[in-house]
């Protein structure tokens, strides 16, 4: 599939749930109120929706929500998924908070998932609690060392946020380094409305890179994979770390993904508000030869990129609807 600007869709990010165990203050309110199960594609649909996708030329599935490892079941849609692999499909692969990954990373193996993204923004249990409102740090420390255990390659994905976890960031580096993990710093991005300030949150990760240059070598690479991410090898620790700027960089001109929320609407832009709804169309009782001409419909619509600005005198957010919605 081609977009009108040339880009090629190779990659589809699923939300499968919108629920998470946890609240992370970037992400959700606290009090966060979620879809109605009528609402959720089931299990068959979205493998449905995964294997039209699959079909027009999809090479990389990402699983996540919400919290995917939450939603009741979900081996069973991994296992189907799996099942595409080397029949179109090159990669499925997941990014999770990692709480449950203790319970599961075997059972993601088997279905032929190679690399997970862990979510994990600070080492200090007290600072995780106060970000995830009442995560235990705990519980996603031995979800990882289980990932690695049953042979998961792992990216450790952190948001950086002033004030919050600005200095922990150091360890964060150094700690993935003694672990043979890469890194991935994002920006807080103004999704959904939360309880915070977003303003109050924002910390640009230029100022981040400067700071942490004064005690690692960083040399850019030419490493990159079609998503907002620039990366640059730590030449002490021999890993890579990487810079997700979409508020600072422009990196739509390479976009290569679209994403499907848990109910079927389909993003051609995670900073836009054009939708597809795949879910009618699937409800509606369409063959496979329908649900495909929908997603080639949606697809020639991509826009050229978003238009986040950080706006601060509002603490609004850019789009109304959370990551967790979106996927992330
Ligand atoms: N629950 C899983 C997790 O936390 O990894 C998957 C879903 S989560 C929405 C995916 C990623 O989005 C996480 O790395 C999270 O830190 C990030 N995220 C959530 N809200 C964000 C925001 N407002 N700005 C930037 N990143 C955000
Ligand atoms: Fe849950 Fe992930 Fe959002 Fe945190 S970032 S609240 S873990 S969905």
């Given amino acids: 599939m081609i977009d009108p600007f040339g880009r090629s869709i190779t990659y589809l990010r699923v939300s499968v749930t919108d629920r998470c165990d946890l609240r992370c203050v970037y992400c959700m309110a606290e009090d966060m109120h979620f879809l109605p199960k009528a609402d959720v594609l089931s299990l068959e649909e979205l493998d449905r929706i995964a294997g039209a996708f699959v079909a027009l030329g999809t090479r990389k599935l990402r699983i996540t929500g919400g919290e995917?490892?939450?939603?009741?079941?979900?081996?069973?849609?991994?296992?189907?998924?799996?099942?595409?692999?080397?029949?179109?499909?090159?990669?499925?692969?997941?990014?999770?908070?990692?709480?449950?990954?203790?319970?599961?990373?075997?059972?993601?193996?088997?279905?032929?998932?190679?690399?997970?993204?862990?979510?994990?923004?600070?080492?200090?249990?007290?600072?995780?609690?106060?970000?995830?409102?009442?995560?235990?740090?705990?519980?996603?420390?031995?979800?990882?060392?289980?990932?690695?255990?049953?042979?998961?390659a792992i990216k450790i994905n952190a948001v950086a946020m002033k004030g919050v976890n600005e200095d922990h960031l150091d360890d964060l580096l150094a700690w993935c380094g003694t672990q043979g993990f890469d890194l991935c710093l994002i920006e807080t991005m103004p999704m959904g409305e939360i309880t915070e300030d977003r303003s109050d949150q924002y910390l640009p990760l230029s100022l981040v890179r400067s700071r942490l240059r004064r005690r690692w070598t960083l040399r850019e690479t030419e490493y990159r994979t079609g998503g907002p991410a620039r990366y640059f090898t730590v030449a002490e620790t021999g890993r890579r770390i990487g810079f997700i700027t979409p508020m600072t960089h422009n990196f739509c001109e390479s976009c290569n993904r679209v994403r499907l929320t848990c109910t079927g609407t389909l993003f051609m832009c995670l900073g836009q508000d054009d939708q597809a709804d795949l879910r009618a169309v699937l409800r509606a009782g369409a063959d496979d030869a329908a649900l495909q001409a929908a997603i080639e419909a949606a697809i020639a619509r991509k826009p050229k990129g978003h238009d986040f600005i950080i706006d601060r005198r509002h603490t609004g957010a850019a789009v109304a609807r959370h990551m967790s919605v979106t996927g992330g």
Wanted: net charge positive.
């Fill in 68 to 152: 995917p490892l939450v939603r009741r079941d979900v081996m069973r849609l991994f296992r189907r998924l799996g099942d595409r692999l080397g029949k179109g499909l090159d990669e499925l692969t997941l990014t999770t908070n990692g709480t449950q990954l203790a319970r599961f990373a075997q059972e993601l193996v088997a279905c032929g998932v190679k690399r997970v993204n862990v979510s994990l923004d600070t080492l200090d249990p007290a600072t995780f609690a106060q970000l995830t409102r009442w995560g235990k740090i705990d519980q996603v420390l031995d979800g990882i060392e289980a990932a690695r255990a049953a042979g998961l």
